[in-house]
T-cell receptor, first 113, second 114 residues
Framework: AQTVTQSQPEMSVQEAETVTLSCTYD???????LFWYKQPPSRQMILVIR??????QNATENRFSVNFQKAAKSFSLKISDSQLGDTAMYFC??????????FGDGTTLTVKP | KAGVTQTPRYLIKTRGQQVTLSCSPI?????VSWYQQTPGQGLQFLFE???????NKGNFPGRFSGRQFSNSRSEMNVSTLELGDSALYLC?????????????FGPGTRLTVT
């Protein structure tokens, strides 16, 4: 069974600064996908970024980037130039190309003005 | 293209009753998954339906059931409601085999059991 661990229940960052959210996972699979999802307060969960395990290059999406360490089973999210709209709960998720994702417990990020 | 829709958005039920939640996936998405989100347990996978068949199932009691129709719309039913069933129920749709299991979530149905 896969497990996903997010060790930081809450984090805060000043607007315009950089913050890194941590995620580790455990699996015996070799081919899989990792995601970061964002759930703003009382709003819909949306995908932030995805990473294919077979790709060594770290994924980036504008201000969001990941540090994927396959051997260490680590998948952290870096948010650069943090904005107030980044305030949300962030979930790390694991998927093996089926409709079943395993989620971490989430990290509540607060961006302070 | 319209996103994933869920109805109703809010629901209050009494312990012992049953409830049915509905989910309409993004057009063209044939996989629909259901998750239960609670503050204490986080996001827990309930089940996934693909082409009207349950393809994956989580560790929930038999009181939780679902189905999928030929138009890919899905319903989830919870019978004999318990206080612990109070949660946000999220539906997610995806393209099977496309973009590695990336899922698109609906706004959720907030169920309160009193």
């Amino acid at each position: 069974a896969q497990t996903v661990t997010q060790s930081q229940p809450e984090m805060s960052v000043q607007e315009a600064e950089t913050v890194t959210l941590s995620c580790t996972y455990d699996t015996s699979e070799n081919n899989y996908y990792l995601f970061w999802y964002k759930q703003p307060p009382s709003r819909q969960m949306i995908l932030v970024i995805r990473q294919e395990a077979y790709k060594q290059q770290n994924a980036t999406e504008n201000r969001f980037s990941v540090n994927f360490q396959k051997a260490a089973k680590s998948f952290s999210l870096k948010i650069s130039d943090s904005q107030l709209g980044d305030t949300a709960m962030y979930f790390c998720a694991f998927n093996t190309n089926a409709g079943k994702s395993t989620f971490g417990d989430g990290t509540t990020l607060t961006v302070k003005p | 293209k319209a996103g994933v829709t869920q109805t109703p958005r809010y629901l209050i039920k009494t312990r012992g009753q049953q409830v049915t939640l509905s989910c309409s996936p993004i057009s063209g998405h044939r996989s629909v998954s259901w998750y239960q989100q609670t503050p204490g347990q986080g996001l827990q996978f309930l089940f996934e339906y693909f082409s009207e068949t349950q393809r994956n199932k989580g560790n929930f009691p038999g009181r939780f059931s679902g189905r999928q129709f030929s138009n890919s719309r899905s319903e989830m039913n919870v019978s004999t409601l318990e206080l612990g069933d109070s949660a946000l129920y999220l539906c997610a749709s995806s393209l099977p085999g496309g973009r590695g299991g990336e899922q698109y979530f609906g706004p959720g149905t907030r169920l309160t059991v009193t």
